[in-house]
């Protein structure tokens, strides 16, 4: 779909049903992935965010270098979201106003 950066949003016309959304980052051991069912006409707004895996991989990283990445995925290998983000719902006001504080990604 695309590249999401700090500051930018993405966004997609899907038709109503079960969809499935995923990031992978080239130097990140795991997907995320999250299944949304969507109806006809509604819009969604879905942040997305670190994982709480990618913060420890950052903390083992930064204290043990990487030595300390590896033994850091080592243990989060089996966390529920083993990816680098997460999705989080927002209401439709809360979406709004975060869509408006953002830029369209390219």
């Not at 500051?7 to 995320?32: C, I, K, M, N």
Request: hydrophobic residues 40%.
């Amino acid at each position: 779909m695309g590249e999401l950066k700090t500051g930018t949003f993405l966004y997609r016309d899907r038709p109503a049903g079960r969809h499935e959304l995923s990031v992978d980052q080239w130097d990140f051991p795991g997907v995320t992935r999250h299944d949304i069912t969507v109806a006809p006409g509604r819009t969604y707004f879905l942040l997305a965010r670190q994982s709480e895996r990618s913060k420890a991989l950052a903390t083992g990283q930064t204290f043990g270098g990487l030595a300390g990445l590896a033994v850091t995925a080592a243990v989060t290998s089996s966390d529920s979201n083993p990816g680098p983000v997460e999705f989080v719902p927002l209401d439709d006001a809360a979406g709004q106003q975060a869509i408006s504080e953002l830029r369209l990604a390219k």
